[in-house]
């Protein structure tokens, strides 16, 4: 069973930034694509970053892209999602998600069989 935690959310002024991460439990953590979603109140979860198990390569939607920065470490069994130029729209409920061996369906949540609990981030305006 993969357990994943993240944390670092919280309040910040527009034009802060977060740092998100998440710690994974699972021994082949390296053998994991990592995706992060979020979750606006009364709006669908969506796709924000991913990263590839195979060789760290990143996509981003559209929305946060040369805003936010996701990378891994698999040695520490960690992902993180670096947030700057934050707005006000950016404020949701932020998840990051886990599959063995699966780059496809990367933006979707089809793709992901491991969510986390997730983090609240709040920007204020």
């Known amino acids: 069973q993969v357990q994943l935690v993240e944390s670092g959310g919280g309040l910040v002024q527009a034009g802060g930034s977060l740092r998100l991460s998440c710690a994974a439990s699972v021994r082949t953590f390296s053998t994991y694509t990592i995706g992060w979603f979020r979750q606006a109140p009364g709006k669908e979860r969506e796709f924000v970053a991913h990263?590839?198990?195979?060789?760290?390569?990143?996509y981003y939607a559209d929305s946060v892209k040369g805003r936010f920065t996701i990378s891994r470490d698999n040695a520490k069994e960690m992902s993180y999602l670096e947030m700057n130029s934050l707005k006000p729209e950016d404020t949701a409920v932020y998840y990051c998600a886990a599959r063995a061996y699966g780059d496809y369906d990367y933006d979707e949540r089809s793709g992901y069989d491991y969510w986390g609990q997730g983090t609240q981030v709040t920007v204020s305006s």
């Open positions: 990263i590839s198990w195979i060789d760290s390569r990143t």
